[in-house]
């Protein structure tokens, strides 16, 4: 008997450090999106200011808006 609870705790503890590192990856990722979207509305911003027009800075920052939801999107669809 000893030994089934032993197996059962350990997978227990198992599941639990499998759930916790599926968070953390999960928590990476969206950690990572949100910098690429803070970082793609920065580079609109310089890219206005170099050129000289709010049509291109507006251009740009659509543009990367869109690539991301493509991405989003795609990878949706590929999950399931």
Sequence with gaps: MNTATERSSVQSGDLREDRRARQRHANVRLALILAS????????????????????????????????????????????
């Design 37 to 80: 979207i803070a970082a793609a509305f920065f580079v609109g911003a310089i890219v206005a200011r170099y050129v000289g027009g709010l049509e291109v800075g507006m251009s740009v920052l659509g543009f990367i808006a869109l690539l991301l939801l493509v991405f989003a999107i795609a990878r949706n669809v590929r999950d399931r």
